[in-house]
């Protein structure tokens, strides 16, 4: 059925899993169909919370009851967002790092994570700090420095769900992190490991926007804003830093700003690991 409706998309949902009908608009949802401004328009129109959709196995086709709009999936082009850095291609952490601060300076939304601001520009200077959240980052971080052990689950739970929203800012927070663990090869350990353990616990963690980002991310699909600004920072053609980067903190009210601190704290913490 329907599960939420926006301005460019809507959410059907499955069970636990959802898939997302809407236009693209820069940002190319992972569990994503993503179909033309007209297309959805007249679907925005018709339908409502609630609408029964069915799905037809056999001829892949996606339907929608009450309204009688049709999505048939083998009339359209598969969508691929998992990032493949060409080969040879090396991470430059400390550059990454030195270039997403440069970025982060010009941010000029608040994030939802419950830092402000300041205290996430000046955090990479490695002080604690008082809070609790603070306190919860550096442990987080000082963690990650050691990719061979597993983390603490407290760890990462203590994030999931954290915040308000459809996808609250400690999992747009955690889903950061794990893009990169995914660059650096570093999916089976770290916070992409711990997620996967938790995979059954989800549902009752947070919500179900955010667990489909999980689903998605832990075999390494992630949003294209996301994918787009790791290949700006690999130097890939036809990716420019500044454009991705905007791209990204223009995404919803506060889920690019926790995003793109999630690459960045990343970076900070993995920058000194052995091989990187």
Not at 260 to 267: D, K, N, S, V
């Amino acid at each position: 059925m329907v599960h939420s409706i926006f301005t460019n998309g809507l959410n059907i949902s499955f069970g636990d899993y959802l898939v997302f009908v809407g236009t693209e608009y820069g940002n190319g949802v992972p569990f994503g169909i993503h179909i033309e401004s007209y297309l959805y328009d007249r679907l925005a129109a018709e339908t409502f919370i609630g609408e029964v959709v069915e799905w037809n196995g056999l001829r892949k086709r996606l339907s929608f009851v009450n309204c009688n709009v049709h999505i048939h999936i083998l009339l359209m082009q598969e969508f691929h967002c998992r990032l493949e850095p060409p080969p040879g291609t090396a991470p430059d952490l400390n550059g990454w790092a030195a270039r997403l601060g440069e970025m982060a300076v010009r941010i000029t939304k608040e994030p939802g994570l419950g830092l402000s601001l300041e205290s996430i520009l000046s955090w990479p200077a490695g002080t604690e700090g008082d809070s609790e959240l603070e306190r919860q980052l550096a442990s987080l971080s000082q963690a990650l420095k050691t990719p061979n052990l597993p983390l603490d689950t407290s760890l990462v739970k203590y994030f999931i769900g954290r915040g308000q929203g459809l996808t609250p800012s400690g999992d747009d927070f955690l889903v950061g992190i794990m893009a990169i663990e995914h660059l650096l090869g570093l999916a089976d350990s770290g916070v992409s490991r711990t997620v996967r353990l938790l995979l059954q616990e989800l549902t009752a963690l947070t919500t179900q926007v955010s667990v489909n980002y999980y689903y998605s991310a832990c075999p390494g699909d992630f949003s294209t804003v996301i994918l787009d600004l790791l290949a700006s920072l690999l130097e890939m053609p036809d990716f420019d830093l500044e454009e991705c980067a905007e791209a990204l903190l223009n995404v919803g009210s506060t889920s690019g700003v926790d995003t793109y601190f999630g690459l960045w704290f990343a970076i900070l913490s993995y920058k000194n690991v052995i091989g990187f």
